[in-house]
C-alpha cells in the first residue's frame, strides 16, 4: 500500500513539475515571439499648411517614419488614433488661416499630449508680429521671429538626455525663433551661447510628451538641423526611448 501511495505521489510531482515547465516555456516563447517581432514604425501627422511642411515630410520619411499628411482645416487632433506625433512644421504658427484655427483648437491638442500622444514643435515663424506665445502649447512659451546668427555656438545643456545623449554642442538646434519666455516646467536641453536663448526645451504632459526645437527642420536651412538629434525628437516624443 505504501509503495502504491508513494508512487502516486512521485506522478504527482512529476505532473506539477512538467506543468510548470510548460507553462514556463510558453511563456518563453511568446516573450521570445513578442522580442523577435518589429516595432510598428512611428507614425507621425503632419498639417499641411503650404508652408515649409515639404521638407519635414521627406525629412521624416527618409528618417523610416510612417508619414500622415493632413489639411490643417481637417485636423481633430482629440480624434486621432494610431498616431504616436503631431508635428507642427517650421512656420506653423506663421500669420494665416492656419495659425488662427490651430489657436482655436488649441484644447484639442492639449487632449491629445495628455492621452498619451507625442507633439513634435518647430519654429513657429510669426513674421509680422514679432513675438508669440501659442496656444497649442500647454505650458506657455514665448518665441521671437528675430535671431542672431553671428555668434551661432550652441551649448548641449544635457549630454544624458535621449535626444542629446553624447551629442556635440554643434548638433544642438539653432534658434532660428529664440525663446524668449518658457515655464519651468519644461527642461532646456539647448541654447545658443552668445545669447543665452534656449533652442530645445522638452516636458511630459498628462500621460504624453512635447519637444520644442527652434531650428528650421529643412536640410537646406542656413545653420541645418542634424538627422540624428530630429530622429531622437520623434523617437522620444513618441515614448519609444525605452522609458
Known sequence: MKRYLVAALALVVVSGLCYAQGRTAARKRAEDKANSE?????RVLVPAIDRGEKAAIRRLESLKFHVVVVPWGKLEPHRLKDIDVILLPTQWDEEGDHARFFDEIADQFHRFVHQGGGLLVCQPNPTKRGNCTPKVLPYPITFSNWYDDKEPARINLNPDHFITLDLADADMPFPGD??????????????????DRPSLAVCAYGKGRIVVQTANESRGATIPLGDEIFRRMVVWAAQRDGK
Open 178 to 195: 529664440p525663446i524668449l519666455k518658457i515655464d519651468p516646467r519644461y527642461t532646456v536641453l539647448a541654447k545658443q551661447k552668445s545669447t
Open 38 to 42: 518589429p516595432a510598428r514604425p512611428i
